[in-house]
């Protein structure tokens, strides 16, 4: 979700974007929390899968399993909430922004011309006094 509402935002994928991305800039804060927020989610996998490999049904437990299971427990759940924090703020920065459209093409006036075909600060003082 976030990647996608990035790419929205930009109308670029998230490849290009990172390219000169330069620090201080709400591209560059984007692109840093995203990386966090999938570095928290493959965190939560790794810990995910470290406590069923802890945990499988065929596997037998000594004294010494416990603290184990009990640390691969707590890290996950550690996980879970940084993921969950990154995905939030992440989440309400994303929807305060929006895309700003194109701004149209302006045109400036043109300059009123004179009799003498001349725009009106080029005429010589006299002409203009006729």
Do not use: C, K
Request: hydrophobic share 45%.
């Amino acid at each position: 979700m976030a990647r996608d509402r990035i790419e929205s935002l930009y109308g670029r994928p998230i490849a290009d974007l990172a390219v000169g991305a330069e620090p201080g800039t709400m591209r560059y804060a984007l692109l840093n929390a995203f990386d966090a927020l999938q570095h928290a989610d493959r965190s939560v996998a790794f810990y995910t899968e470290q406590l069923h490999r802890l945990t499988a049904p065929e596997r037998t437990f000594e004294a010494v399993d416990a603290g184990h299971i009990i640390d691969a427990a707590r890290r996950l759940a550690h996980a879970v909430t940084v993921r969950d924090a990154h995905n939030q703020v992440l989440s309400d920065v994303l929807q305060s922004l929006h895309r700003v459209p194109e701004p149209a093409p302006t045109t400036t006036p043109a300059a009123p011309e004179t009799a003498v075909g001349l725009p009106p600060a080029l005429v010589p003082p006299a002409a203009r006094a006729r």
